[in-house]
């Protein structure tokens, strides 16, 4: 059983989607079992292959808007902190992991 990496408040936000994203490539990559059976029958049935494939491609949809609606959430928690002490260095956090995630966004 794999287990979900730290995304507490003490592992920075930026580290903890590194972690969930490696752990995501080693267990559904870019070649699920779905997407590469629809590449290997696609000479068979063509038209079979491509409704799988687009199948798996629905698929990671979901898992990608679900993945970067836990990232939101733990970036909107990170600066919801009351205290003074750790306000200005949770912000700081916060801002450079909204801005590291939209850059790697708008990059796709």
Do not use: K
């Amino acid at each position: 059983m794999l287990t979900s990496p730290r995304t507490d408040s003490l592992a920075p936000p930026d580290a903890a989607l590194r972690a969930r994203s490696r752990c995501s490539r080693r267990t559904n990559g870019p070649s699920t079992p779905r997407l590469q059976h629809a590449l290997n029958t696609f000479a068979d049935s063509p038209r079979q292959a491509l409704e799988e494939a687009e199948d798996s491609f629905d698929e990671a949809v979901v898992r990608l808007t679900n993945t970067l609606a836990e990232r939101r959430r733990v970036l909107h928690e990170g600066w919801q902190d009351p205290d003074p002490d750790t306000q200005s260095d949770g912000l700081r956090l916060a801002l450079r992991g909204y801005r590291e995630i939209t850059q790697r966004l708008l990059r796709m």
